[in-house]
Nanobody, 120 residues
Framework: QVQLMESGGGLVQPGGSLTLSCAAS????????MDWYRQAPGEQRELVAGLTGGDTTYADSVKGRFTISRDDAKNTVKLQMNSLKREDTAVYYCNGEIWIDHVGSTWTGWGQGTQVTVSS
């Protein structure tokens, strides 16, 4: 069994920064891919950033402000968020594809989400 746990959300003023973390625990051999999504009230969940191996992708709305990175030693993927705007307010979720053995089996699932509120 694998669990994904987000942390690092909170309240920040516009222009501020936060770093979110998504840690994989349980029967984890490594992280194959990890995406960060967000969902604002009344809105659909949207992809914010993704990481597969060493390749990264970003939504146009966060390019140049957000950075996704991995720490394989800790089975963790981080989302560094700078120059935050009010419209970045949402619940942020990680979605991971996790290696669970050494012959290519993977587990895919979601974390529980962490609230990010950008407000003065």
């Amino acid at each position: 069994q694998v669990q994904l746990m987000e942390s690092g959300g909170g309240l920040v003023q516009p222009g501020g920064s936060l770093t979110l973390s998504c840690a994989a625990s349980g029967s984890v051999v490594g992280i194959h891919a990890m995406d960060w999504y967000r969902q604002a009230p009344g809105e659909q969940r949207e992809l914010v950033a993704g990481l597969t191996g060493g390749d990264t992708t970003y939504a146009d709305s966060v390019k140049g402000r957000f950075t996704i990175s991995r720490d394989d030693a800790k089975n963790t993927v981080k989302l560094q968020m700078n120059s935050l705007k009010r419209e970045d307010t949402a619940v942020y979720y990680c979605n991971g594809e996790i290696w669970i053995d050494h012959v290519g089996s993977t587990w895919t699932g979601w974390g529980q989400g962490t609230q990010v509120t950008v407000s003065s």
